[in-house]
C-alpha cells in the first residue's frame, strides 16, 4: 500500500516536472520564432526610418536615416548600416554595427566634421541608441536564451490571438527584472512588451503600432516605445521597405562608413 | 456709546462673558483647517514675473529642488570603505517617497564620459558597482577630477569630502526627507561626518521649526508676563482678565485668518507672538490705574469708572497708531506680509475692544472681599518707585543735559542707519551651531557650493545654441562669473561640448576646446547621445530646440548680497561685452528668487514706514490739538527706531526680513508710552493747575504703569532669546529694546522737555491769558 502511494507520488512529481519542463521548452521555443520573425525577416533589408524622440513635456526630435541590414544566417550574425540624414547638422553621420549573438557587438561612427572612424564601445547593450527610448539591444534584439521564458497565458490582444511569455533574465539585469512579452500566434511578432523593475513596477512599454505585409513578410512598421518613469516616448516609423536585395557584407566595413553606398543611400 | 459700553460690562458682566466665549469658540473651531505654507517664494506674488520664469525655466529644463548631502572625511573621503557606504546610502535614498531618483547626484549615479578601447568614447556610471580596492578608489577620485562637470561639485579637489545631490519633487517635502536621510547616514556612517544642507531644507526646516517655537514660546511668554504682573499687583484673580484678552485676541486673529481661507505662512505664524504684549499693554494700564485708584474708592464699579474714563482716550489712540504701524504692511506688495499686518491690526482692535468690555465684566465677578487689600501694599516706598523718583528727579534737574543727550544720540544714529546692510539667507535663520548652519559651512568650505542659481540664455532661432560663436560668448561669461570668489562652478552646455571633444580626440589638451563650426558642436553632441550618454542630462542644459541654454551658477554663499553681486558682475560684463546674435540673458533659480522678493520687501517697507510714520504724526497732532504736542509725542518712537537700527547698523547685523517686519511694531509700541504720558500729563495739569504738581503727579500713576509695562514685556521675551532660531531672537530683542528705550526716552526726555519748555507747553493758567509773545520770551530766559 505504501509502496503504491510512494509510486503514485514519484510519478505525480515526475509528471509536473515533465509538464513543467515541457511548458519552458514550448515558451523559449515561441520566442526563438517570435525573435526570427521580427529580427530575421528575409536574409536583408533597407529601409528609411523616421524616429520621433518625445520627452515628458511633448517636445518633440526627429531623426531620419536608411537602414541595411544584413544576416549572415537565420539567427547568426548580422550587420547594420546606417545612415543619418536630419537633423542636417548630424547629416552624413554613418553608424555601424557587427552583432555576434551570445557575444559582443562593435559598432563604429563616423564623424564627417572631424573626418574620423571612431569605435563604439559596446560594454553597455542596454545604452540609449542615438538618445531614444530604445536601447541598442531593443533595435537588433536581446538573444532569447538570456532568459527564462514561461507560457502565462493565451489571450487576445487588440483583437488579437496571442501567448503571453514572461521572461526573467538568468543573470542579474540593470534594464529589467520581468518581461512579459505578447507574440501575435499568427505572425509571431512581438505585438507588445512590458518591462518590470524588482518592486514588480511597470517601467517600459514597446508596441508594434502598426503591422503591414512587406514582400509576403509580415512587418512592423511603426514601433514605439514609452518610458513609464521618464514620461518620455520614442515612435519610429519603417518606410520603403526592401526586403532580399542582395547586399554584400563588403558594404558593412570602415570604407563604406566614410563614402556611403549610393546604390542604397540617396 | 463709551459710557453705555462700559456700563453694561459692569452691570451684566456674564453676558459679556458669555458673548465674547461664543465668539472664541467660533474662532477656535477654525484651527482645525489650518493650512500651513512656508516657501519663501511665497513671499512674491505668484504672478510676480521673475516667479514666472524661475517655474519657466525649471519646466523647461527639468529641474527641481534638490537636498546636498555632504560627507567630510578629514583623513580622505576616497577610501574603499567609504565609497561603498555611499554607494549603499544612495541605493536607500533611491527608495524615498519623494526623491526623483533619475536625476539624483551621486557617485554610483552620475555619467563620466571616458576614453573605451580603440579610441572609442564611453558614457557610462562612474561607480556602477561596489569596489575592492585604493587604486579603484583613486581612479574614481581622478576621473571626478578630470571631469568639469564633477569637479568640484561631486568631490572636493582636496578629496576630503563627496557630495550628493538629491533632487525631489517639491520643497514642501525637504524637511521629512532630510529626516529621512538622516536615518539612512546614521545607519550606514563610519568615522566620517554627514551633512544635509541646501536651501529647501533650510527653509522647510525653518517652517517645521518655527511652529514648534511658537507652540513653546507663546505660553512660555504668558506665564512670565503672568508671573510679573503677579509680583506687581499681588492678585491671581484680577489677572485673569488681561490674560484672557491676550488669548482671545490670537485666537480670534488666527482664527479669522484661517476661517477666511489664509495659509499661515512664516510671517503669520508669529501674530501671537506680537499679540500677546500689544493686548497685555492695555490690561497693564488698566489694571495699574484701577490698583493705585481702588485703595480711594473702596467700590469696584466706582473703581472702574474713574479708570475707563481716564484711559478711554490714551488707549485708544495707542491702539489706533499701533493698527496703523501694522496696516500700513498691507501696503507693501509682499502677499504674507500684508496678510500679516492685516491681522495683526485686527487682533489689536480686538484686544482693545475686550480691554474695554472683559477687563471691566472679569472685575465686577471677583468680590470686594478678594480685594479687600488690593492696592494696599505701599507703592510709595517700591523699587519701582524710588527708581521713577530718581528719574523725575534727574530729568527735572538735568533737562537741558537731556534733551542734549538725545541730540547727540540722534547724531550718532544717524551716522549707524547709513550702516545698514540690506541683506537675508534663510539658512542664516538657523544659529550657528544649528546641524543645517554646520552643514552649510563645511559643505560650502570645501565644495563648489549648495546654492544653485540659473543663467537662461535665449537665442534667438533654432539651433543658436550650437552656434560657436554664442557658445564661446557663454564660456567667456562663465570664466568671468567664476572671478566671483563665491562662484564654486558653472555648468553649460559648452563643458559637454569640450569634455566629449577632449575624450574623442585621445585626451588630447589642445582639443580642451570649443569646435570651430556648428556641425562639429552638433555632432560632438551626438557623439554624446550615441556613447551612452543619457538625453536627459543634456535637456538640463539646453532645450531640445536649442534655442534656449541653461548655465548652472553653484554659489557657495546663498546671502543675499553675494548673490546680488554675481548678479551684477553677470550685468556688468554682458553691457560692457555685447552678446552676439541678440543673445539675452535672465536668471532663475532659489538664490536669485530670494534677492527679489528682498528688494521689494525693503523698498515697501520703507514706504510702509514713513506713511505709518506720517499718519502717527498727523493723529497725534488731531489728539493733542497741538503741533508742538503732536510733535513732541514722536520723539520716543523716531529716537527709539533711530537708535535701534543705527545698532543694528553699528552692529553689521543684516537687516533682514524678520528686523524690517518689526519697524512697524516698534512704531506702533513706542509711540504707546508718550501718548499716556503726555495725555495724561496735560489732563492733570488741567486739574491740578500747577507744572510741578503735575510734574510730580505723573511719575506715580502713569509712571508706574508705564515701568511695570516696560518690565512685564521685555522680561517677557526673554525666553525668545535662547531660541535655536534667529528671527526669535531677533524678536525677542526687539521687544525687550523697544521696551527699554522708549520707556527711558518717555520717562527722560520727555519730562525734561515738559520742563525746559513749560511755560510754553504748560503754561500757568495766569500766564496762558497774557498771550503768545510773553510766553515766547519766558521760553528763551528759562533756567
Known sequence: MRTIKLTLLVLGLTIIA????ADAKDASELMKK????YYYAADDGLSEVNMRLINKRGKERVREFTMLRLDESDGGKQMYYTYFKS???????????????????????????????????????????????????????????????????????????????????????????????????????????????????????????????????????????????????????????????????????????????????? | ???????????????????????????????????????????????????????????????????????????????????NRIYDITAEIEEIDGVIVDDILAPSTVDDIKQGSGGSIIINTLMDEKIETQEEADYIFGRIMENPILKGKLASEDGKAIALFIPIESKDISHRISNEIQVITDKYGGDETYHIAGLPVAENSFGAEMFSQMAYSAPAAMIIIFLLM?????????????????????????????????????????????????????????????????????????????????????MLFTSLTTVTGFISLALTPIPPVQVFGVFVAFGIATAWFLSLTLNPAIAMLISDKTLRNFGKSDDSKGVLTAMLHGFRDVAYKYNKTIIAVAAAVIVVAVVGLRLIVVNDNPVKWFKTSHPIRQADMAMNSHLAGTYMNYLVIEGDDFDALKNPENLRYVESLQRELEKAEIVGATTGLTDIVKKVRFELFGADPAKKALPDNQNEVAQMLFMFEMSGGNPDDLFKFVNTDYDLGNLWVQLKNGDNMAVASVVERANKYIED???????????????????????????????????????????????????????ISILPLSITIMAIYSFIGYMGKPYDMPIAV?????????????????????????RVGNFKEAYHEIFEGAGRAISRNVLVIAIGFVPMLFSSLVPYITVGSFFLAIMLVSGMVTMLLLPAISVTFRKTLLPEPEERKSGKKQTAESTATAK
Do not use: C
Open chain 1, 87 to 266: 537633423p542636417s547638422d548630424v547629416a552624413r553621420m554613418t553608424f555601424m554595427v557587427h552583432k555576434t549573438p551570445g557575444g559582443n557587438d562593435a559598432r563604429w561612427i563616423y564623424v564627417p566634421s572631424v573626418d574620423l572612424v571612431k569605435p563604439i564601445s559596446a560594454d553597455d547593450k542596454n545604452s540609449s541608441f542615438v538618445g531614444s527610448d530604445f536601447s541598442y539591444e531593443d533595435v537588433s534584439g536581446r538573444h532569447w536564451t538570456e532568459d527564462n521564458h514561461k507560457l502565462l497565458e493565451e489571450s487576445t490582444l487588440n483583437g488579437k490571438e496571442v501567448y503571453v511569455i514572461e521572461s526573467v533574465p538568468k543573470e542579474d539585469f540593470n534594464a529589467f527584472h520581468k518581461k512579459l512579452t505578447y507574440i501575435d500566434k499568427e505572425t509571431l511578432l512581438p505585438m507588445k512588451e512590458e518591462y518590470f523593475d524588482k518592486d514588480g513596477e511597470m517601467t517600459q512599454i514597446m508596441r508594434l503600432e502598426k503591422v503591414e505585409t512587406v514582400d509576403g513578410i509580415p512587418t512592423a512598421t511603426v514601433r514605439s516605445m514609452e518610458n513609464l518613469k521618464k514620461g518620455s516616448k520614442t515612435i519610429v516609423e519603417f518606410n520603403s521597405i526592401d526586403y532580399n536585395l542582395g547586399l554584400k557584407d563588403n558594404l558593412f566595413t570602415e570604407r563604406y562608413l566614410k563614402n556611403p553606398p549610393r546604390k542604397y543611400i540617396r
Open chain 1, 34 to 37: 517570435s525573435h526570427m520573425a
Open chain 2, 1 to 83: 456709546m463709551r459710557k453705555a459700553i462700559t456700563e453694561f460690562s459692569i452691570k451684566k458682566p456674564w453676558i459679556v462673558i458669555a458673548i465674547a466665549v461664543a465668539i472664541t469658540a467660533f474662532f477656535a473651531f477654525q484651527f482645525p483647517n489650518i493650512k500651513i505654507d512656508t516657501d519663501p517664494e511665497n513671499m512674491l506674488e505668484h504672478d510676480e514675473p521673475a516667479r514666472v520664469f524661475h517655474e519657466e525655466a525649471k519646466d523647461i529644463f527639468s529641474l527641481s529642488d534638490f537636498i546636498a548631502v555632504g560627507v567630510v572625511a578629514e583623513g580622505g573621503a576616497f577610501t574603499p570603505g567609504l565609497l
Open chain 1, 18 to 21: 515533465f509538464a513543467y519542463n
Open chain 2, 230 to 314: 503677579l509680583m506687581f499687583f499681588k492678585q491671581a484673580r484680577i489677572l485673569i482678565a488681561p490674560m484672557v484678552v491676550a488669548m482671545m485676541s490670537v485666537i480670534w486673529s488666527m482664527g479669522l485668518l484661517i476661517f477666511t481661507g489664509h495659509t499661515v505662512h512664516i510671517m503669520s505664524s508669529m501674530i501671537p507672538i506680537f499679540l500677546i504684549p500689544i493686548a497685555v499693554l492695555n490690561s497693564i494700564h488698566m489694571i495699574s490705574e484701577f490698583h493705585d485708584r481702588y485703595k480711594a474708592y473702596k467700590h469696584k464699579d466706582a473703581t472702574i469708572r474713574h479708570t475707563v474714563q481716564e484711559l478711554f482716550v490714551p
Open chain 2, 662 to 686: 518689526l519697524s512697524s511694531l516698534t512704531l506702533g509700541l513706542s509711540i504707546d508710552f508718550a501718548i499716556h504720558f503726555i495725555q495724561r500729563l496735560r489732563a492733570i495739569h488741567k
Open chain 2, 577 to 631: 561685452n555685447p552678446p552676439p546674435n541678440g543673445l539675452k540673458f535672465e536668471w532663475a533659480g532659489l538664490p536669485y528668487i530670494n534677492i527679489i522678493w528682498q528688494q521689494k520687501m525693503v523698498d515697501g517697507m520703507r514706504g510702509s514706514l514713513l506713511g505709518s510714520f506720517a499718519v502717527v504724526l498727523i493723529m497725534m497732532i488731531f489728539l493733542f490739538k497741538s503741533l508742538r504736542w503732536g510733535l
